[in-house]
């Protein structure tokens, strides 16, 4: 599977934004997708993830109540909504994919990845 993510760009402090990780070369169906980011300088850390049939969620606590993940399978696209965004969510955002029944939310869990997506947010 190949995965594309896009939706980044520069906002505000306060501001929103929705990431798309869309898929092609398999159906998501069956794949537990992860967005993970990383900051200059940072190693890159989990933000959140989703089983493959869209009911179970995890977040890191820092993101929680603020974005959510969600999946659209007909469209093979896992979105990211981002919102009361803070400039220490800059980043580039990724997501990942894995053959999988359940919420995973470790990097090396994941054995697809997408190219990744700027978002800059500013004070």
């Known amino acids: 599977v190949q995965l594309q993510a896009s939706g980044g760009g520069l906002v505000q402090d306060g501001g929103s934004l929705r990431l798309s990780c869309a898929a092609s070369?398999?159906?998501?169906?069956?794949?537990?997708i992860g967005w993970f980011r990383q900051a200059p300088g940072k190693e890159r850390e989990f933000v959140t993830a989703i089983n493959r049939n869209g009911y179970r969620m995890d977040y890191v606590d820092s993101v929680k109540g603020r974005f959510t993940i969600s999946r659209d399978n007909a469209k093979n696209t896992v979105y990211l909504q981002m919102n009361s965004l803070k400039p220490e969510d800059t980043a580039v955002y990724y997501c990942a994919a894995r053959y999988s029944t359940v919420v995973l939310t470790t990097e090396t869990s994941y054995d697809y990845w997408g190219q990744g997506t700027q978002v800059t947010v500013s004070s």
């Open positions: 070369g398999s159906t998501l169906d069956y794949y537990a």
